[in-house]
């Protein structure tokens, strides 16, 4: 029986689809590719049934229809180029298409969508065996075909977070665009963006924050000192004026330990004279009634008397990391140490 070779050796898993081949040489017969052991990626390509479909999986199957300067594009792009939060999902439960870019007439199957808008070979890099679109252009395209503004402003956050771009790039590459579908959302979301978002979630709580209670901009990921220098937290969000300081609980703080470990951060953050607030993953059910417990917090942070026992000015030894060119200068060790913490948001 014809077993397919891996797809490239960086990328162990991944296999590449292959046509039917009376002598096994390298396909299956068409008997076998009818059987339980083989499933069809559609264009008459098969892979082993068993070959789990994770996102690079899926990426690597829509490639195979792809011909001389056509690639995949959007969020399968940007994951196979390393970026972490673009998992090819809705909410982590309904899988999105992968998008490929083509120049000629191909008919989307189910599990790919084709863009037959123009692409500069320029705009092609091949990793790993894969051509995609390069990550500015990757990102553009999910910020222009968003489901709305603040799918947007995640994706750029999020590709930021990967330091595959900057803002400052991104900006560059959509003012030379003409006036293609979705540019003025994409244009948009880049006045939204922040080049320090930990995570979707947090990026979404900023766009409660501004957009729905109409509070100041925050900062992202800001470390928070005592006045004697000692880093106290990083909150995820805070305002530099009050003093407002916005906590995301997703489900992994949902246990009695992670619990324990909030209550003792917000305790260190009100005994600086901090007024935090925290949003649960549950709050995405009834944003009103959190909307109401921001603000109330903002009215007490506000309205909180004498000097300050915080600041977000940092000491003389720390190594921020707020922006992608200052992580794009940290080597390896350095990465470890400086960002380990992101990896837990």
Not at 133 to 149: C, I, N, P, W
Not at 311 to 339: C, F, G, H, I, N
Request: proline share 7%; with cysteine; hydrophobic share 40%.
């Amino acid at each position: 029986m014809y077993v397919p070779p891996s797809f490239h050796p960086d990328r162990p898993g991944l296999v590449a689809p292959v046509r039917v081949d009376a002598t096994q040489e390298s396909g299956p017969t068409r008997g076998q590719a009818r059987g339980r052991r083989w499933r069809s990626t559609g264009c008459g390509l098969y892979v082993p049934a068993s070959v789990p479909q994770t996102p690079h999986q899926r990426a690597v199957e829509a490639a195979a229809v792809l011909g001389v300067d056509e690639a995949v594009t959007g969020w399968a792009g940007l994951a196979w180029l390393g970026a972490a939060w673009f998992d090819g999902t809705w909410d982590g439960a309904r899988p999105r298409p992968v998008t490929v870019v083509a120049r000629r007439h191909v008919r989307a199957r189910p599990g790919f969508e084709v863009s037959q808008e123009f692409l500069h070979p320029r705009e092609i890099v091949v990793v790993d065996g894969l051509p995609v679109t390069h990550a500015v252009r990757s990102v553009t395209f999910e910020m222009r075909y968003a489901d709305g503004l603040g799918a947007a402003v995640e994706a750029i956050d999020m590709a930021c977070y990967a330091d595959l771009v900057s803002i400052a790039e991104v900006t560059a590459y959509v003012a030379q665009l003409g006036p293609v579908t979705g540019i003025q959302r994409a244009r948009d979301a880049l006045v939204e963006a922040d080049e320090n978002s930990w995570s979707p979630r947090e990026t979404r709580m900023r766009g409660v924050w501004t957009r729905r209670a109409g509070l100041r901009r925050p900062r992202c990921n800001a470390p928070v000192f005592d006045l004697a220098g000692r880093h106290v937290g990083t909150p995820d969000l805070v305002d530099p004026v009050t003093g407002l300081v916005g906590l995301y609980h997703g489900d992994s703080h949902l246990s009695l330990v992670g619990a324990s470990a909030d209550a003792v951060k917000e305790d260190a953050y009100r005994d600086l004279g901090l007024e935090p607030v925290s949003m649960l993953a549950t709050d995405w059910n009834d944003l009103d009634a959190f909307v109401r417990r921001l603000l109330a917090a903002a009215r007490r942070a506000g309205s909180r008397p004498g000097p300050r026992a915080w600041t977000l000015a940092p000491p003389s030894w720390w190594t921020t990391t707020d922006t992608v060119a200052k992580r794009r200068v940290l080597d390896a060790r350095q990465r470890e140490r400086y960002l380990r913490y992101r990896r837990a948001a």
